[in-house]
């Protein structure tokens, strides 16, 4: 090790928990060692094989990868086919019809289900009518819409005729809206009256009407689902019922095959980290990482297995494993429109025993979110049919993730009865940019380990590598590189192909830069230690927010954590922590004390936070991440700053006058 050698990352965390899958599920498994194998082989050949064997292809592809105008690649080249076709038609065409594509549960209790067939003529009407509203091959869509089963059929029907949709969250604002329509220049908005949330009517059209009240935009038709029936404002002229124009529709639409390459949708990513980027996806290749990757990380067997993704399709999970990957696959899957406490805190778990749900996947936030509240919530509920759980969005704290298998995974009755084998857990890292997973293990296959997400999928070759780009040995951390171009990858940003470069390519030559931390360990499993822009670096030694996060979140007092460097004039920057307890402190026991003994004790003195504050709530994006950069502005006496994308904005003001007291 040469002098000026400093660890990109220090490795602090001891989890060395282990759980090998059950030799029953093990022998059921889709996925076995021979993905890997195969992948390793040959993995163009792989990924051909299984382009060909989860999609069907009007017309074959000649060539696998076209990787000479990097970093833009092509997949499946000269391949034509139609997404939605495949999502849809086929299965029908088939013998599955009758199938449940879609059992939809609205937030008042009202329900639907969608079997193959009805959704496939559904889609076809939505084709029809988008179509007399003069939107063709290339234009863009602007999606709007709660989680409601016209979401889907929207954007599959946009699919279905080659036309680019933008979904935009349904919590996002007028003008984050209008930015959105701008910049993608869309011609039609699809939208809704409004969705309920917590028992209340929650309006949506209002902030259409508003993001389209100064003139100039592209929008030559605005169509509205009539969703909670609360009046709207119309524009005559620009505003149209869908039960008018798509309920209407024919019901016959003969789907034609788009390039392998066309592009699907550009999705804005959440804005955790900056200005808003246009990802830009396109059909073939994303199609079948999507696919592959819904089968084998959660082990679909898709003629007996109930899926519920619990993403809103505002973010690119709610596009790969609800719109995309699980109608491809032909699964039934939920569709939840509404709030986790409504009518009451064991609104999930009601719905997992109502539907016989057997994949759950879901995000870190929402596991934290339900240890808060209690285990006696999940464990009056029947959730048996669990066999597979998933998480995604952030590191899973070790912590949450135990809790996940040992409430949630074990539970074999209401009554408290236990199962022998808990679900395995798949931790699943990736990102808006990459499409479908990246690193996760196989369910039947992988000895998991709590809090990390371990190994790339087979046919992804990622790599954790120091500040030179070269990968670093097992034990050490680094930045987490994607070293092979990959079939779900982002094409470019919307507009912006200098920015695509310039924020994913330029770091590390030939690399694609995935912004996040990592570390390898001994055994060489991947760690995620969350986004290098959070890393803090205290007396010269790089710490990971997610390592001490865990740490916190470990103690029985604290609920949830955020952890951000400030300014420090001894130590360059320190570590400055934001806990949310579980649990009131008995009398005489400060807290804050308590917990920086246990961080010290637990990953060394270097971590001990040298601030901590307890808050009543932490600043999160509306999918439900932590906003670091927000915190630290406040740890370092700033003014916050811009916190438009944040789920609920008093949030910052509240933390900040904590502060003053
Ligand atoms: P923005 O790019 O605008 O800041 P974002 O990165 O939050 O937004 P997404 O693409 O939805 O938008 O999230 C991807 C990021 O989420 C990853 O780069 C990583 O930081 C984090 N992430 C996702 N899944 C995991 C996981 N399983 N473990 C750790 N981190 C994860
Ligand atoms: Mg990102």
């Not at 040469?2 to 220090?10: G, R």
């Not at 899958?21 to 992948?39: G, L, T, V």
């Not at 017309?59 to 970093?71: E, G, H």
């Not at 600043?619 to 700033?638: C, F, N, Y």
Request: glycine share 10%; hydrophobic share 40%.
């Amino acid at each position: 090790m040469s002098e000026s050698h400093t660890p990109t990352l220090d490795n602090l965390s001891h989890e060395s928990r282990k759980f090998a899958p059950s030799a029953e599920f093990a022998a059921h498994a889709i996925a076995k060692q021979d993905r890997y194998d195969a992948a390793a082989a040959d993995r163009l050949g792989y990924w051909a094989g299984q382009a060909r064997s989860v999609l069907t292809w009007d017309t074959d592809f000649t060539q696998t990868l076209d990787w000479s105008a990097a970093p833009v690649a092509n997949w499946f080249v000269g391949g034509k086919l139609n997404a939605a076709y495949n999502a849809l038609d086929r299965h029908v065409e088939n013998g599955l019809g009758e199938r449940v594509a879609i059992h939809f549960e609205g937030e008042p209790g009202d329900t639907r289900s969608y079997t193959y067939a009805q959704l496939t003529t559904a889609v076809k009407q939505a084709a029809n009518a988008f179509e007399s509203l003069g939107v063709a091959k290339g234009d863009r869509v602007a999606v709007y819409l709660p989680m409601i089963p016209e979401a889907v059929i929207t954007m599959l029907a946009c699919a279905r005729i080659g036309a680019i949709h933008s979904v935009v969250f349904g919590g996002f604002s007028a003008d984050a809206l209008r930015s959105r329509i701008d910049d993608a220049q869309a011609k039609l908005v699809v939208t809704a009256d409004g969705t309920y949330r917590r028992n209340k009517p929650s309006a949506l059209k209002p902030a259409v009407d508003a993001a389209l009240a100064a003139p100039g935009h592209s929008v030559q038709n605005v169509l509205v689902v009539k969703r909670n029936g609360q009046d709207v404002q119309w524009t005559e002229g620009l505003d149209k019922w869908w039960s008018d124009v798509v309920e209407t529709a024919d019901t016959e639409h003969t789907a034609v095959a788009h390039d392998s390459e066309h592009p699907l949708f550009v999705l804005y990513t959440s804005g955790t980290t900056g200005k808003p980027k246009g990802i830009v996806h396109t059909t073939g290749g994303y199609l079948v990482q999507g696919a592959v990757t819904h089968r084998d990380t959660f082990d679909l067997h898709p003629e007996t297995d109930v899926f519920w993704c619990t993403a809103d399709i505002g973010w690119v999970t709610g596009h790969s494993y609800v719109t995309y990957a699980p109608l491809i696959n032909g699964a039934t899957q939920v569709m939840y429109e509404g709030t986790p406490d409504t009518p009451h805190q064991g609104r999930w778990w009601e719905i997992v025993q109502k539907y016989g749900v057997t994949i759950l996947y879901t995000a870190p936030t929402a596991i934290r979110t339900f240890m808060k509240w209690g285990r006696s919530i999940p464990d009056s509920f029947d959730l048996s049919s669990l066999r597979v759980l998933g998480s995604v969005g952030e590191s899973i704290n070790p912590e949450a993730w135990m809790w996940y298998r040992d409430v949630i995974g074990t539970n074999a009755g209401k009554n408290g009865e236990r199962k022998e084998h808990p679900a395995p857990i798949v931790d699943t890292w990736w990102q808006t940019e990459t499409g479908a997973h990246m690193i996760a293990p196989l369910p039947g296959l992988t000895v998991t380990k709590p809090g990390s997400a371990q190994v790339p999928v087979p046919g992804i070759v990622v790599d954790v590598v120091d500040e030179a780009g070269v990968s670093v040995a097992n034990g050490e951390g680094g930045y987490l590189v994607v070293r092979e171009p990959w079939p779900g990858m982002l094409r470019g940003i919307w507009g912006d192909m200098d920015r695509y470069r310039e924020t994913y390519w330029s770091r590390f030559e030939g690399m694609y830069f995935a912004g996040d931390g990592a570390k390898r360990d001994e055994e060489g499993d991947i760690w995620l230690l969350g986004r290098v822009d959070d890393v803090m670096n205290v007396s010269g030694h790089r710490l990971s927010t997610t390592e001490i996060e865990s740490s916190l979140v470990a103690h029985p007092l604290v609920a949830e954590a955020a952890v951000v460097g400030a300014k420090d004039e001894t130590t360059g920057e320190a570590v400055v922590a934001f806990v949310i307890l579980q649990i009131e402190p008995e009398a005489g026991v400060d807290p804050v004390e308590v917990l920086r003994a246990h961080v010290g004790k637990e990953i060394g003195p270097i971590a001990k936070p040298r601030t901590i504050l307890v808050v009543q709530e932490l600043p999160k994006t509306r999918s439900g991440k932590i906003m670091r950069r927000l915190l630290k502005d406040v740890a370092e006496g700033r003014e916050v700053g811009d916190a438009t994308t944040l789920a609920d904005n008093t949030v910052m003001a509240q933390i900040v006058e904590s502060m003053r007291k």
